[in-house]
C-alpha cells in the first residue's frame, strides 16, 4: 500500500455500491474489486461523467468494458469522481468538487480520472477502469503514484462510455502493478460489433504476431529516448533505473540498448490536440439539450439548459470546439490539426521497428521496440494555481494518443517534493505486450532500488 | 386506399403546362434556370446506423426508437448494410459514378427533432456523383425537348425526427420514430428550364426510385422531399446584349408537385420583373419557403444568417469501401427501368406514347400502394398487358381494353386493379369473341362487367346474358319483323325517302337488343328494301 487511509475526504467517489455483489465468475478477475470512472455506464449506479447535465442519468446497461470485467469475476464496487466528461489534467472540474490528491491539501489528483487514480492508491480498489484521451490515465497516475495503461485505440470498446472526443478517446486501465493491468487489459481487449471503430480479430493478431516476430528473433531490447519528450531533464530516479537496465539487462536475458531518438513533429501535439479534441467535444456534447434526458433549465430553452448543465471548462472546449469548426476557420485550425496528427503518426512509425499493421507502413530495420519519456512534466497540480498552466500538462501525453498508440505509465520513485512520478512506456499500434514487458522491468528494478 | 389512389391519379394531370403556356409572352424571354435537391426516403426496413426498424405514418409516436436515435450517450453508430445497398442501387439507376470509398460527416444545429445535435451525412465524400438522367421530346405533351438533368452528388444521411406545435403548449411534441432513417439526398445541376421539366424530373426519378424498390416516393407522404434552386437570366441591353443573371433562391421543402411548378413560377416571375425593371439589385441569395394558402413565397433566411453547420467528419464512422466488381454485381442485378420498359412498349407492341404513359403511371401507383414492386407482379398491369398482347395477337385491341374498359369498370367499383381481378386468360377469351365477331364491343362491356362479378368463362357469360351476336338467320328474321311492323315506313323507304331508313334501322337494332353490328344491319335492311 503506498499510502495510509486519511480520515480526510479526498472525494474519490461519486457513488459507491453499500454490498458489492460478489461474481460468481471463476474467470481471471476473480476476486478483484473494481472502481469504474463515473463515465462508463453501470446498471446499478447513475453515470454522471461529473457533471450536473447528467446528474439523473441512469443508464440500462453495463458498459462493454464493465460488463466484460464482471463476466471475468470483478466486482464493482463504485464510480470514481472525475473530470466533467473528462475534460481536465488535475481533476479540479467536477460538478462534485475536485479529487485531492492522497498525500496533501494542497495538490490535486490529476485528472481527468483522477478518482480512479486516487482509488487505486489509496487501495480502496484493486484495479480501477479509467479514460484517456490525451492523457486522462497516465496524467494522476503518474501523480498519484500507480500505473496507468492507455491502450492502442480500437482495443478495448467504448460502447456505453460518454464521450468526450471520439477519435481519441480510449478506456484505461489503472492498478498497483504492471501484472494486474495487464491481466485487465486482457480481459477488455476484445473486438467488439457495437463500437464501429473496434478493430478486428485479424488486424489484432497481425499487431501481435508482429511483435512475437521481433521479439523471437532479437536478443536484445531497443529502447528510444525521444528527444523532444525529455526537455526537462529525467528524475534522478529514472536515469537510476535506466542505468540499472542497461547494466544489467533485461531479466529475461536480452540485452537492452538505449537510443536518443527524434519525433520532430511532437511540438505540434499540444495544439493540434486542443483543436481536435475540442471540436469533437463541441459536437459529442452538441446531444446535450434537455430534450430527451439529463438536465433540463427551468425555462426549457436549449440555452439555459446548456448554459446551466455545464460547467465552466467544459463550456469553454465547446465554444473553443465551434470556432475551429466554423466555415472560417476550419481550414486553419481542424484541418491543419488534422496533418499535425498524420505528421505525429508518420514519425511514431519512423521510429518503430514493429511495423503498424493499421496504416500498413514498413517498419524500420534499425527503429526500436519502445520509447521511454516521463509521464508528466511537474508534480501534482496544486489546488490553486493558474488553471490556464493546466493544459500544459499534457504536453507529453498528447503524441502517443494522437498516433492512437499503447502507452502505460509506470511509477519511477518521487520527485524532489516527495510526490510520485511515472515513467510512460508507449510501443506500436497493438503491441501491448511490449509495453507491459518493458514496464514490468522498469517496476521490478524500482523495487529492487527501494530494497536497497 | 388502393382504388382511391388510382382514381385519383388516373385521370389526374398535373396542370403543369397552363403556368408555361399562360405566361405573359414578355416572360418567355428570361431564361428560367432550375436544380433540384431532393431527400429521398429509403424504404429499408431498419434505419441507417441503429437497430430500430422503420415505422410507417401511421405509427404510435416514439414507438421505433432505440437508445441510439435518441442520441444517449455512450451509443454509438454501426452502419446497417440494408439501407446502404439500396442508395448504392439508387445511385446505379442514376447512371451515377459510385465512389470507391465514401465517408460520413456531422452538420450540426440545434433542433427539437435533432437529438443528437447533428445529422449524420456526406459532406466531404458523398456516396456517389456525376449522373445523368435522359429526357426524350415529347414523350409527354409538356417535354419540348431532348435534355439531360445531370446529377451532381448523391449523399446516404440520417432522417430527422418531427417536431409539432400546438397552439396551447409552448414546448413542442417530438416523435423520433423517423429519426434516424436512411435518406438518400440528390443534388442535381442546374439543367432545368421549365416548371414541367422539374416536374417531368421529379416524377421519373420517383418512377425509377419505386421500380428499383428503393423509396415509396409519396411525396404527400413524406417520404421524397424536394427543394428547388431558382434564378433568372435575361438581357438587359439589346444593343450591348449585357445579360443579367439574379442570384439563387432556395425554395424549400416543397411537399407537392403542385406546389413545387406554383412556387418556381412565382419566382420566375418575381425575378425576370426584377431584371426587366432593372433592379435585379433587389433579389437575394435566400432560403426560402412556399405559402400554399397565399400562393406565395416568403423569406426564411438570408445568405448572411445562414447556419454555419460546422461540418466536421464523424469520428465514429469509417469510410466504407465498395469495389468495381460489387457495384457491377448491383447493376447486373437492377430490375427493369420504366425507360426500358416504355421503350419495349412502344417498338414491340407499337403503342403511342400516351397509352403507354398511362400504363406506366398507372402500374408505378399499383406498386408503390403495395410498397414492394417484387412480390407485386399480381399487380403488374405493364406484364398483364404483354401476356394479352401476345395471346390475342392484337397489342391495339388489348391496351384499350385494359386502359378503358377494365380499369374503367374497376374505378367505378372502387377495386384496385389485380390480375386476379380478370385473368389474362378469361380476358383474352373475352378479346377473341371480339375478334370473330360473336359479341359487339357494346355488348363486351357489360360481358366484362359481369365477368368481374364472378369466375365465369367470357362465353358462359356471354350465353348466360345473351348476348351472342345474332347468326345470319336470326337477322334475317330481324329484318324481316323490322319490315313487316313498319309496313308505311318500308314503302317510304322504298320509294326514296331516306330519312325513314333510320328510323328502320333503329327499329331493327331494338329488336336485336344490342346483338347485332349495327352497319351489318343496316346493310342487311338496305338490301332487304332493294335499296343497294
Not at chain 1, 271 to 283: G, I, K, R, T
Not at chain 1, 393 to 407: E, G, N
Not at chain 2, 238 to 259: A, D, F, M, Y
Amino acid at each position: 500500500m503506498l499510502f495510509k487511509q486519511t480520515p480526510r475526504l479526498l472525494n474519490v467517489w461519486t457513488s459507491k455500491l453499500a454490498n458489492p455483489a460478489v461474481s460468481s465468475s471463476k474467470g481471471s478477475l476473480s476476486g478483484l474489486g473494481m472502481a469504474v470512472k463515473d463515465v462508463f455506464w453501470t446498471k446499478e449506479l447513475p453515470t454522471t461523467a461529473a457533471s450536473k447535465m447528467l446528474r439523473s442519468f441512469h443508464p440500462e446497461k453495463d458498459a462493454e468494458c464493465v460488463s466484460l470485467a464482471r463476466a471475468a469475476g470483478a466486482s464493482l464496487l463504485g464510480k470514481t469522481n472525475c473530470d466533467e466528461f473528462g475534460m481536465g489534467s488535475s481533476n479540479r472540474y467536477s460538478d462534485f468538487g475536485p479529487v485531492l490528491h492522497p498525500l496533501s491539501n494542497e495538490r490535486l489528483a490529476g485528472g481527468s480520472s483522477g478518482g480512479s487514480a486516487a482509488a487505486v492508491a489509496l487501495n480502496e480498489c484493486d484495479f480501477a477502469l479509467s479514460t484517456d484521451t490525451g492523457g486522462s490515465t497516465r496524467l494522476p497516475a503518474s501523480y498519484c503514484g500507480v500505473v496507468g495503461l492507455k491502450p492502442s485505440y480500437g482495443l478495448i470498446s467504448r460502447y456505453g462510455m460518454i464521450p468526450y472526443a471520439e477519435s481519441l478517446d480510449c478506456v484505461g486501465i489503472m492498478a498497483q502493478e504492471v501484472d494486474t493491468a495487464a491481466k485487465v487489459f486482457n480481459v477488455l481487449s476484445q473486438y467488439d460489433d457495437k463500437d464501429p471503430t473496434s478493430e478486428s480479430i485479424e488486424l489484432r493478431k497481425a499487431a501481435s504476431e508482429a511483435y512475437r516476430r521481433v521479439r523471437d528473433s532479437s536478443d536484445c531490447w531497443r529502447i528510444g529516448l525521444p528527444e523532444e519528450l525529455f526537455n526537462h531533464a529525467p528524475s534522478e530516479a529514472l536515469s537510476v533505473a535506466i542505468d540499472a537496465l542497461i547494466r544489467t539487462g533485461a531479466s529475461n536475458g536480452k540485452r537492452v540498448k538505449l537510443y536518443q531518438v527524434s519525433l520532430p513533429s511532437a511540438r505540434l501535439a499540444l495544439n493540434a490536440y486542443y483543436v481536435l479534441a475540442s471540436a469533437e467535444a463541441s459536437s459529442s456534447l452538441a446531444r446535450y439539450d434537455g430534450m430527451q434526458y439529463g438536465y433540463r433549465s427551468e425555462s426549457g430553452s436549449v440555452q439555459d439548459t446548456r448554459e446551466e448543465g455545464f460547467g465552466e471548462e467544459v463550456k469553454r472546449r465547446i465554444k473553443l470546439g465551434n470556432y475551429v469548426l466554423s466555415a472560417d476557420a476550419f481550414d486553419n485550425y481542424y484541418l491543419n490539426a488534422q496533418r499535425a496528427r498524420s505528421a505525429i503518426t508518420r514519425d511514431f512509425d519512423r521510429l518503430f521497428r514493429l511495423s503498424n499493421v493499421r496504416s500498413e507502413t514498413e517498419a524500420s530495420i534499425d527503429g526500436v521496440d519502445v520509447l521511454i519519456h516521463p509521464t508528466a512534466v511537474s508534480g501534482p497540480p496544486l489546488v490553486r494555481s493558474q488553471e490556464e498552466g493546466d493544459y500544459a500538462q499534457d504536453i507529453l501525453t498528447t503524441p502517443a494518443s494522437l498516433a492512437s498508440l499503447p502507452a502505460l505509465s509506470v511509477p519511477v520513485g518521487r520527485d524532489s517534493e516527495g510526490f510520485p512520478q511515472g515513467v510512460s512506456v508507449v510501443s506500436q499500434w497493438g503491441c501491448e505486450q511490449a509495453v507491459f514487458e518493458v514496464a514490468r522491468e522498469l517496476e521490478m528494478l524500482m523495487k529492487e532500488i527501494l530494497v536497497a | 386506399m388502393h382504388s382511391t389512389r388510382i382514381l385519383q391519379n388516373v385521370p389526374k394531370k398535373i396542370k403543369n403546362s397552363k403556368g408555361d403556356s399562360n405566361a405573359a409572352s414578355w416572360l418567355s424571354q428570361y431564361r428560367l434556370i432550375i436544380g433540384l435537391e431532393i431527400h429521398a426516403q429509403l424504404n429499408a426496413s431498419i434505419k441507417l446506423f441503429s437497430k430500430s426498424k422503420v415505422s410507417n405514418d401511421f405509427s404510435k409516436p416514439n414507438s421505433f426508437v432505440s437508445a441510439f436515435d435518441a442520441s444517449v450517450p455512450g451509443t454509438l453508430p454501426i452502419l446497417n448494410k440494408e439501407p446502404y445497398w439500396k442508395a448504392i442501387k439508387a445511385a446505379v439507376a442514376l447512371n451515377c459514378t459510385v465512389n470507391p470509398s465514401s465517408s460520413f460527416d456531422r452538420k450540426h444545429y440545434f433542433y427539437y427533432d435533432l437529438p443528437q445535435g447533428y445529422q449524420i451525412t456526406q459532406q466531404y465524400n458523398p456516396l456517389a456523383h456525376s449522373g445523368a438522367v435522359p429526357f426524350r421530346a415529347n414523350i409527354d405533351d409538356t417535354i419540348t425537348r431532348d435534355f439531360s438533368v445531370n446529377v451532381q452528388r448523391i449523399q446516404l444521411e440520417q432522417d430527422t425526427g418531427k417536431a409539432y406545435f400546438h397552439s396551447d403548449t409552448a414546448t413542442p411534441l417530438v416523435d423520433l420514430n423517423r429519426c434516424g432513417v436512411a435518406l438518400i439526398e440528390i443534388v442535381t445541376r442546374p439543367d432545368m428550364q421549365t416548371p414541367s421539366e422539374a416536374v417531368a424530373f421529379v416524377k421519373k426519378l420517383r418512377s425509377i426510385l419505386r421500380a428499383i424498390d428503393v423509396c415509396n416516393g409519396n411525396m404527400e407522404e413524406g417520404n421524397l422531399r424536394a427543394d428547388v434552386n431558382v434564378n433568372v437570366e435575361g438581357t438587359t441591353d439589346n444593343v450591348t446584349n449585357t445579360v443579367t443573371r439574379t442570384p439563387r433562391v432556395e425554395i424549400k421543402n416543397l411537399n407537392s408537385l403542385k406546389s413545387m411548378t406554383a412556387a418556381i413560377n412565382y419566382e420566375y416571375e418575381r425575378h425576370a420583373k426584377a431584371i426587366r425593371d432593372g433592379q435585379a439589385h433587389v433579389i437575394h441569395q435566400d432560403t426560402l419557403g412556399w405559402d400554399v394558402q397565399r400562393s406565395q413565397t416568403y423569406k426564411m433566411r438570408s445568405k448572411e444568417d445562414a447556419v454555419d453547420y460546422r461540418y466536421m467528419p464523424d469520428p465514429n464512422l469509417r469510410s466504407v469501401g465498395v469495389t468495381e466488381h460489387q457495384v457491377q454485381e448491383v447493376r447486373n442485378k437492377l430490375e427493369t427501368l420504366p425507360d426500358a420498359v416504355r421503350d419495349r412498349l412502344m417498338q414491340e407492341y407499337g403503342l403511342n406514347a400516351r397509352d403507354v404513359n398511362v400504363l406506366l403511371m398507372v402500374n408505378e401507383d399499383l406498386s408503390s400502394v403495395g410498397g414492394n414492386s417484387n412480390s407485386n407482379s399480381d399487380s403488374d398491369i405493364v406484364q398483364y398487358f404483354e401476356e394479352l398482347a401476345r395471346l390475342s395477337q392484337s397489342p391495339q385491341l388489348a391496351v384499350n381494353w385494359v386502359i378503358h374498359e377494365l380499369l374503367g369498370q374497376l374505378s367505378q367499383r372502387d377495386v384496385a386493379f389485380s390480375r386476379h381481378v380478370v385473368t389474362v386468360d378469361r380476358m383474352h377469351e373475352l378479346l377473341s369473341l371480339i375478334q370473330t365477331n360473336q359479341v359487339t364491343s357494346t355488348a363486351a362491356k357489360k360481358v366484362l362487367g359481369a365477368m368481374l362479378d364472378s369466375d365465369a368463362s367470357a362465353t358462359a357469360t356471354l350465353d348466360q346474358l345473351d348476348l351472342r351476336m345474332l347468326s345470319q338467320d336470326a337477322l334475317q328474321d330481324v329484318v324481316q319483323q323490322t319490315v313487316d311492323q313498319l309496313q308505311d315506313e318500308s314503302n317510304k323507304a322504298q320509294q326514296g325517302n331516306t330519312k325513314v331508313v333510320r328510323k328502320l334501322i333503329g327499329h331493327a337494332m331494338k329488336l336485336a337488343s344490342g346483338k347485332a353490328d349495327g352497319s351489318r344491319l343496316e346493310a342487311m335492311l338496305k338490301e332487304k328494301l332493294g335499296l343497294l
